[in-house]
């Protein structure tokens, strides 16, 4: 079954879940904390602005904060609940480049000064709503390599990157960086090839019009490490080799500028995901006959897509199963509690060895589940509430509901 040790989790994780007798979300804030610095340490001189929405909880943000980085908000409200956790107002940027007027204005009264955009509509909102401000310009980039693409919906191409920022300046604006993301959970490294080269592209293309931006934004896409893809197969990202491609990127970008360049990252799922956790129980293990005749085991857990596993249908989750270490398994498929035919793994792909004495009530740990859990909550899907979050090695406080 699942050898997995306190070890492998992390021990105050481990204690955290071991402990809890009802269903919750666990972070190891120290854990965090960790991964906050080794990017740091792989990547020296970058600034780190943690993507909010892969996990926008106060006490996260506030580690985070202590350890020098900043936010990337979306949204005012996003703004707002940075500033709440001690978030300097410097070390916030407006990453969204999808804004009302009236976001943009709320955001500048709060005291944002660095936007993102990527089209001649936002910046002339921005020279209104944020005059004087600081914007960079997202690249759209393929998106190849990644879980979530991220195409389509962002960035334009190198060629109108240059005309924006043009703009920009001209609007009264300040024409302060590029950005890019190479689509969420990027297992490949050549995908930062591609971003680095088109960076350089526009680099050079702003010279030429006597634009000389002070930062690159190299967006979010670091992978997690403890996924599972929807076979059931660790997913093993190459990160000492992204990380590699990564610093000669910013070594070429910094000859081809050829001044002083900050480096701005926007990790949201690298940080986050294998530091968080669910505590949930099994509701049943079943055996039923399907169409065609055959036997299928299914296993259907408390928390599923509309509670905490909303990724659920592009990865798998390790699961342990503390109160059985060992005996007979039998493959299942793994399902959440609602009344949603969507509200589980693929059956076609990965059935999960599970063990075969569960019993309605043990409890079962969801490994690697720290990243965009909070965010992709429902209300109260069939009345299965949000799940309330604790803090590893902490006193409980639940934070869902107040
Ligand atoms: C979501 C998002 C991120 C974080 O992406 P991850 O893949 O979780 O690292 C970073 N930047 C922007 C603009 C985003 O929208």
Redo the contacts with the bound molecule.
């Keep these: 079954m699942s050898p997995l040790t306190a070890a492998d989790l992390g021990a105050p994780l481990a204690a955290a879940l071991a402990a809890a007798t009802e269903d919750r979300l666990v972070y190891d804030l120290a854990g965090i904390e960790r991964r906050h610095d080794t990017l740091r340490n792989e990547l020296p001189g970058v600034h780190v602005r943690f ?1 909010m ?2 996990c926008p909880v106060d006490e996260v943000l506030a580690a985070l904060a202590g350890r020098g980085a900043g936010a ?1 908000a ?1 949204s005012p409200g996003e703004v707002e609940q940075a500033l709440r956790a001690g978030v300097p107002a410097g070390r916030v940027h407006y ?2 480049t999808v804004k009302s007027d009236r976001n943009i204005a709320e955001a500048h009264r709060l005291g944002v000064r660095t936007f ?1 955009t990527d089209s001649l509509q936002d910046v002339a909102a921005l020279a209104v709503h944020a005059p004087g401000a600081r914007v960079f310009c997202r690249v759209a980039t393929g998106g190849a390599g990644a879980l979530w693409g991220l195409s389509n919906k962002f960035g334009c191409p190198p060629g109108d990157a240059v005309r924006v920022l043009v703009a920009a300046r001209d609007a009264g604006l300040v024409p302060a960086g590029l950005s890019v ?1 190479v689509g ?2 990027q297992m490949t490294s050549e995908a930062w090839h591609g971003a680095v080269d088109d960076l350089g592209d526009v680099l050079r293309a702003l010279g030429r019009h006597g634009i000389r931006v002070d930062h690159v934004n190299l ?4 992978p997690a490490l403890g996924y599972r893809d929807r076979h059931g197969a660790p997913l093993d990202p190459p990160l000492d080799k992204i990380f590699a491609v990564i610093r000669e990127g910013m070594d070429e970008l910094r000859r081809i500028h050829g001044g002083h360049l900050d480096f701005v990252v ?5 940080l986050v995901a294998d530091h968080g956790a669910i505590r949930a129980h099994v509701v049943r293990l079943t055996e039923r006959r399907a169409a065609d005749g055959e036997r299928q085991h299914w296993l259907y857990l408390s928390c599923g897509k509309f509670n905490g596993l909303y990724e659920m249908d592009a990865l798998q989750y390790r699961l342990v199963f503390p109160g059985h270490p060992d005996g007979p398994c039998v493959p299942a498929v793994v399902a959440g509690p609602t009344c949603d035919s969507d509200d589980a793994y693929s059956h076609e792909e990965g059935l999960v060895p599970v063990p075969a004495a569960l019993a309605s009530g043990d409890p079962v740990w969801v490994l690697s589940c720290g ?1 965009y859990a909070t965010s992709y909550t429902t209300r109260g899907f069939n009345g299965f509430a949000p799940l309330p979050y604790a803090f590893a090695g902490r006193p409980e406080r639940t934070g869902a509901d107040d």
């Design positions: 993507a929405k892969a990337d979306a990453g969204n993102a993301h969420s959970q967006g979010g896409g670091l926007e990790p949201g799922r690298h990243a």
